[in-house]
């Protein structure tokens, strides 16, 4: 179950409740968010509710059968907004695209890719600072420094950041740069960065992982919430079956599934989902259709001379006119 507290709530009355939810045999767990305070509590025994519900210090009490709870739509059935500033808003009827380079590469890269995102429309720039490569000695990044570049880049044009994060020691040197911490599929299991994650107060962006199954995904986001952050984003990146004729096999499926089954926004990333560059528009618009609140797509002015992965990059020209097609089919969307 999920006990939301009343926001002034004292701390002997808070107490009061924790002890009358282990008389249920109920393991309670006090969660303290951005938004919100809670105690979420474990267990089997069926209890009628208002015991619970007419306590003083509650504001209201749900019942939600998942493991995950906080992220579960159980409790909540309107959809999350998370609210970037400047009026860039992600969810809730709020579509987002996400554009940028693999790997932040350099000031020029960084201001080319910055003057036709603003020429799209496009308000949120994508790109590796930190980038895990299958291969060590292929291209790593630009380290913080890069990240520096570029966020004076963006601030000035009115750009907001999504870049990954790799490890808990990189959270702080990033955080006064950064819009949104990605977690990268080959992390998202990796508990101790969710649970410092779950201590800052900035958007994350979790990625479904490799092989990871859309429940370890609702769990990731669980201990970044449970952690006590509420700005929670998740992404469908594709994943890995035994299908050899893509990169990944984008999983469809996953966003209306995710969808019915969390309130946060779910992102669609078509690049790593099929990883070649002809077929990234219609994955694209596909995952619109299914429901997604938001794209993240590669891009790059000359994709055969990116330092990785260029082969599902998009250049400007056909950047440009993926963004018409998804303007146009979210309106066709609407129509439903």
């Known amino acids: 179950m999920i006990i939301q ?28 968010t951005q938004i919100g305070k809670y105690i979420i509590g474990i267990g089997k025994d069926e209890f009628d509710i208002r ?26 059935v309107s959809d999350t907004q998370i609210d970037l500033g400047d009026g860039v808003t992600i969810g809730a009827d709020s579509f987002a695209m ?8 350099g000031e020029e890269n960084i201001y080319k890719t910055i003057a036709h995102l603003k020429e799209n429309g496009i308000n949120i720039m994508r790109g590796g600072v930190y980038k895990p490569r299958s291969s060590p000695y292929s291209f ?8 520096k570049i570029w966020y004076k ?71 970044v919430f449970s952690g006590g952050n509420e700005r929670l984003l998740l992404c469908e ?23 019915d089954k969390t309130h946060l926004p779910v992102i669609s990333d078509p690049s790593h989902g099929i990883g070649i560059r002809d077929h990234v528009d219609p994955v694209a618009l596909a995952s619109i259709i299914a429901g997604a609140d938001g794209v993240i797509f590669e891009i790059h002015d000359k994709p055969e001379e990116a330092y990785s992965d260029g082969q599902q990059t998009l250049d400007f020209d056909e950047s440009a006119k993926l963004v018409k097609k998804i303007r146009s089919v979210l309106q066709l969307r609407e129509s439903f």
């Open 153 to 223: 880049a963006a601030r000035e044009n009115g750009i907001k950041i999504v870049t990954e994060v790799m490890q808990v020691s990189q959270i702080e040197e990033m955080y006064d740069y950064v819009d949104i911490f990605q977690v990268g599929a080959r992390n998202t299991q990796n508990f101790n960065l969710l649970d410092e994650l779950g201590k800052v107060d900035k958007a994350v962006m979790i990625k479904r992982g490799i092989s990871g199954t859309i429940d370890e995904l609702l769990h990731s986001a669980e201990y």
């Open 237 to 259: 990146r594709g994943i890995r079956t035994y299908e050899k004729a893509s990169r990944n096999t984008f999983d469809i499926n996953a966003i209306p599934i995710l969808k």
């Open 98 to 105: 996400m554009a940028g380079p693999c790997s932040i590469e």
């Open 5 to 32: 507290l009343e926001q002034n709530i004292t701390d002997s009355v808070k107490e009061s409740i924790i002890e009358q939810v282990k008389s249920l045999n109920y393991k309670p767990t006090e969660v303290v």
């Open 51 to 76: 015991q619970i519900g007419s306590l003083e210090g509650i504001n209201d009490i749900h019942i939600v059968s998942d493991s995950y709870q906080l992220v579960s739509k159980k409790w909540k």
């Open 140 to 147: 790593r990044g630009m380290g913080i420094e890069g990240l």
